[in-house]
């Protein structure tokens, strides 16, 4: 109401300067002054501007009013929709970030653990290499012994034939002091040339 007024008051300050420009028009044809302000005319366009008035209250200040309260309100949802929005992306920010941290504090803890597993078959791998050059050193070593003991048997036998066959040459021959030195010495030979 208070808005239809200051309208009102503003339509009648702007007619009272064009009603005093219309007074101030030359005499008619008559040849008679004409008044300085035509009232009819005035009040008639008084009227007309009020009964304007009324039909845009109405039929278009209503609705013009219902629709900038609409749009506020729809601005006002729009800001608060915003809001909630930001305030939840802000939560789910704060949330990624710390199921981040916890995939970063997973990923090195898996980390430590394959290391630590690493560490652990190395140093088996470790293990087994050194107890499988062990067992292959002691095999060697037994290998050794038993081709030793073989070459042993082998040399005794040898020895051994050797000396039946001296014993039988000399039981054989009448031996004397050069013939026992020579025997000797091929015996020697012989046992030098087969070791």
Request: neutral net charge.
């Amino acid at each position: 109401m208070r808005t239809f007024r200051t309208t009102l008051t503003t339509a009648l300050l702007a007619a009272a300067p064009a009603a005093a420009w219309a007074s101030g028009a030359p005499a008619g044809a008559g040849g008679e002054a004409q008044p300085l302000v035509d009232w009819p005319l005035v009040l008639t366009q008084i009227v007309g501007f009020l009964v304007l008035l009324w039909v845009l209250r109405a039929f278009a200040w209503g609705p013009l009013v219902g629709l900038l309260e609409e749009r506020r309100r729809r601005i006002a949802g729009e800001f608060a929709e915003a809001e909630r929005r930001k305030a939840e992306a802000e939560t789910l920010k704060a949330r990624y970030e710390q199921e981040l941290k916890g995939i970063e504090a997973q990923a090195r803890q898996r980390i430590l653990e394959a290391v630590a597993e690493g560490q652990r078959v190395a140093a088996e791998i470790k293990t087994q290499a050194h107890a499988d050059a062990a067992a292959r050193l002691t095999r060697a070593e037994e290998e050794i012994v038993h081709e030793q003991e073989q070459a042993r048997q082998v040399l005794r036998q040898q020895v051994a034939a050797l000396s039946i066959r001296t014993a039988e040459k000399i039981l054989r021959e009448r031996i004397d002091g050069p013939a026992q030195r020579r025997l000797v010495e091929r015996f020697i030979e012989e046992a030098d040339t087969r070791s």
